[in-house]
C-alpha cells in the first residue's frame, strides 16, 4: 500500500531521511518510534508530499507519490490519505460538523444532507456526537483530536497516517485517542503512527520501525522488537524508556 | 470667539455637512464619507487579490503584486493623485470628475496598503492551518477561500478600520483637485469670510477629530472582541463557563494584539 524505495532526503546538507526502503501492506498497522529528531515525522510527511523528497521513490497505491503530477492530480491523492496533526489543525471558526462535512463537500462535491449523516455517523463513531454545533476552541485536546480523526476519515481514505497524535494531549486524554485508533485498526484500517506510546506499539501494531538519524535501523514485529530487539540502538532506547 | 464659531456653524452647517447639494454637487461631509467608504469597500477586494497574488504560488503573479505594493509605498500620496488626475483624461480621452479620480486613486492605494495588512493577518495563522488543507486535498485556493481567509480578514478587522480612519484623512487631498469634499467647504466659507481662518480650520478639525476617534475607539473595541475570539470560542459562549486560565489567555491575547 505504502511502499519507500532508497528515499533520501536532505535539508540543506544535513541528511534528513537516509535510504528508507520498507513498506505498509493493506490493512497493515506500523508504528514508528525512534528517539526525537531521528525524523520519523519527516518521513510520515512524504507519504503525502507535506514534505518533498530529493531521490528515490515512494509508491501509495499504486502511484507514484513524489512524480511529476498537476495540482489536481495530487490534491486527489493527498485526499486519498488520511492525516492526523500532533496538534489537531482543526479549523476554528468552523463548528465540529463544519469541520467534518467541509472538505466532502468542497472538494467531492458529495450534498449538504449525505456529507452531514456521514459526519454524524462518524462523530458518533469517535463518542462525539453530541458536540456536533460545539466549536474546537470549546472541546477539551482529546476531544479535538477525535474530531480531527472523523475530519479525516470523511474523505473515505484507503490509508491513515498519524503524526504523534497523543503527544500534545494531557495524560488522562491520551486513552480516548488511542481508544479510537485501536478501533480503526480493529476494522482493517491500514495505518501508520508516528508514537511514543509503546503500549500501543506492542498490543495494536503489527511491526514496529525503530528509526535513528534518518534511518530504520529496525522493522519487526512488535513481540520480538520490545523483547529481543537486535539493533544497539534500540536496545539503548528501550532500555531508556523502561527506567523511566 | 465660541460666540464666532456657533455663528460660523450654524450659517454654514448644511454647507459643512452636504457642499451645495442639490443645487451642486453633493460635498461637505456626505462626500468625504461616501468618498472613504467607497474607497475602502472597493479598495478592500482589491487588497485581497493583491495579497492572494503576492502568495501565489506562480513567480510573475507574486512579483507583479509585489511591485505595485513597493510603488505605492514608494510615493507620496499626492503624487498619485496628480498622475491619475492628468493620466487617466488622457488615456480615456474625456475629462473625468473630480470625485471619480479622487476615488480611483484611494482604491488603487489604499488597496495596496489593504494587500499588506491582509497578508499580515494569513501569515500570522499557525502553519498547520494549511497543512490540514492541503492534507484534505483542498488546492491552494481553495484552502484559502474556505479555511484561511475566514480566519484572517476576521482577524484583521480592527487593522481595516483604522486603515478606514487613514483614509478620511486621505480624502482631504481631493482639495488640490477641487473635489468638494469637507475641507473644500470649509475652505469656500473661509474664502467668504475673509477675516476669521483660525475659527473655519478649528471647526474643521474637530469635526475630523470626532469621526476620525470615534472610530478609532471603534477599532479598539473590534481588537478585543477580537483577541477574545482568538483566545477561545468559550470567552464568548457565557462569563460563568469561563474558568480563570480562559481569562487569563484572554489578556495574554490582548496584550499581543496590541
Known amino acids: ?244 | 470667539m465660541l460666540t464666532e464659531i456657533y455663528q460660523i456653524v450654524s450659517d454654514n452647517w448644511l454647507l459643512l455637512l452636504i457642499g451645495q447639494y442639490p443645487n451642486g454637487p453633493l460635498g461637505g461631509m456626505a462626500a468625504t464619507m461616501l468618498l472613504s467608504l467607497l474607497g475602502i469597500a472597493l479598495a478592500f477586494p482589491l487588497g485581497v487579490l493583491i495579497a492572494l497574488a503576492r502568495l501565489s504560488p506562480f513567480a510573475a503573479l507574486r512579483s507583479s503584486a509585489t511591485a505595485l505594493i513597493y510603488v505605492m509605498r514608494g510615493i507620496p500620496l499626492l503624487m498619485v493623485i496628480f498622475w491619475v488626475y492628468f493620466l487617466v483624461p488622457l488615456l480615456i480621452g474625456r475629462s473625468v470628475p473630480g470625485f471619480v479620480t479622487m476615488l480611483c486613486t484611494l482604491v488603487i492605494y489604499e488597496g495596496a496598503f489593504l494587500s499588506e495588512v491582509v497578508r499580515a493577518g494569513i501569515q500570522a495563522l499557525p502553519a498547520g492551518q494549511i497543512d490540514a488543507a492541503r492534507a484534505l486535498g483542498h488546492s491552494h485556493l481553495s484552502a484559502m477561500r474556505y479555511v484561511i481567509l475566514p480566519q484572517a480578514l476576521f482577524n484583521v478587522l480592527p487593522s481595516i478600520v483604522s486603515q478606514f480612519v487613514s483614509t478620511i484623512q486621505e480624502t482631504t487631498l481631493g482639495y488640490v483637485i477641487n473635489v468638494p469634499e469637507l475641507t473644500f467647504a470649509a475652505s469656500q466659507i473661509n474664502n467668504r469670510l475673509l477675516t476669521k481662518p483660525f475659527e473655519v480650520f478649528l471647526i474643521l478639525a474637530i469635526i475630523y477629530f470626532c469621526v476620525c476617534w470615534s472610530l478609532t475607539q471603534l477599532a479598539n473595541w473590534l481588537e478585543r472582541r477580537v483577541a477574545a475570539r482568538r483566545a477561545g470560542p468559550q470567552a464568548t459562549v457565557s462569563p460563568a463557563a469561563r474558568g480563570p486560565s480562559a481569562t487569563r489567555l484572554g489578556d495574554v491575547a490582548r496584550e499581543v494584539g496590541k
Open chain 1, 1 to 244: 500500500m505504502i511502499k519507500f524505495s532508497h528515499v533520501n532526503k536532505w535539508y540543506g546538507d544535513y541528511p534528513a531521511l537516509v535510504d528508507i526502503n520498507a513498506e505498509v501492506a493493506r490493512g497493515e498497522v506500523v508504528v514508528v518510534c525512534g528517539p526525537s529528531g531521528s525524523g520519523k515525522s519527516t518521513l510520515i510527511r512524504t507519504v503525502n508530499r507535506l514534505e518533498e523528497i530529493q531521490s528515490g521513490e515512494l509508491m501509495f497505491d499504486g502511484q507514484n507519490v513524489h512524480a511529476k503530477m498537476k495540482g489536481a492530480q495530487l490534491n486527489h491523492l493527498r485526499s486519498r490519505i488520511g492525516f492526523v496533526f500532533q496538534s489537531f489543525n482543526l479549523f476554528p471558526h468552523l463548528s465540529v460538523l463544519e469541520n467534518v462535512t467541509l472538505s466532502p463537500i468542497r472538494i467531492n462535491g458529495v450534498d449538504r444532507g449525505t456529507a452531514r449523516d456521514k459526519a454524524m455517523t462518524l462523530l458518533e463513531r469517535v463518542g462525539l456526537s453530541s458536540k456536533a454545533g460545539a466549536y474546537p476552541g470549546q472541546l477539551s485536546g482529546g476531544q479535538q483530536q477525535r474530531v480531527a480523526i472523523a475530519r479525516a476519515l470523511a474523505m473515505e481514505p484507503p490509508a491513515m497516517l498519524f503524526d504523534e497524535p497523543t503527544s500534545a494531549l494531557d495524560p488522562e486524554m491520551v486513552g480516548e485517542v488511542l481508544a479510537v485508533m485501536r478501533g480503526l485498526a480493529n476494522d482493517g484500517m491500514t495505518m501508520m503512527c508516528v508514537t511514543h506510546e509503546m503500549g500501543f506499539a506492542r498490543e495494536v501494531a503489527d511491526r514496529v520501525w525503530f528509526m535513528d538519524a534518518g534511518s530504520i535501523l529496525e522493522a519487526a514485529k512488535p513481540a520480538e522488537f520490545f523483547s529481543n530487539p537486535s539493533h544497539p540502538r534500540a536496545q539503548r532506547f528501550l532500555s531508556d524508556l523502561r527506567s523511566h
